[in-house]
């Protein structure tokens, strides 16, 4: 199970930290993984790490900007998001993909996993 949480509203330029709180056993796939889906525009892929914490995959249009980990201890996963701005407005979910591969999929049809998404808001 994947349960996201931490978003918000924001003014541009902010910052906002998700969540990813995933059971153990979900925890320990392959891949965790970051979406978003803004309205009318199909879900896409924000960033990606290994089970490992050695790899991470990013989208171009956040690169940057936001920082994927995770916390074995915890069992989460984070998105620390910086310099927020309009287009990153969305609802944002954690996926994860079980099937080992490189480099990550940014495929939302490959992950096996999703949790309900959680809103970011960011205002001009």
């Known amino acids: 199970q994947l349960q996201a949480s931490g978003g918000g509203m924001m003014q541009a330029g902010g910052s906002l930290r998700l969540f990813c709180a995933a059971s153990?056993?979900?925890?320990?796939?392959?891949?965790l993984a970051w979406f978003r889906q803004a309205p009318g525009k199909e879900r896409e892929f924000v960033a990606a790490i290994r089970n490992s914490g050695d790899y991470m995959a990013y989208a171009d249009s956040v690169k940057g900007r936001f920082t994927i980990s995770r916390d074995p201890a915890k069992n989460l996963v984070y998105l620390q998001m910086n310099s927020l701005n309009p287009e990153d407005t969305a609802i944002y979910y954690c996926a994860a993909d079980a099937t080992n591969r490189y480099p990550a999929s940014r495929r939302v049809s490959d992950y096996d996993y999703w949790g309900q998404g959680t809103l970011v808001t960011v205002s001009s």
């Open positions: 153990g056993r979900t925890f320990s796939t392959v891949f």
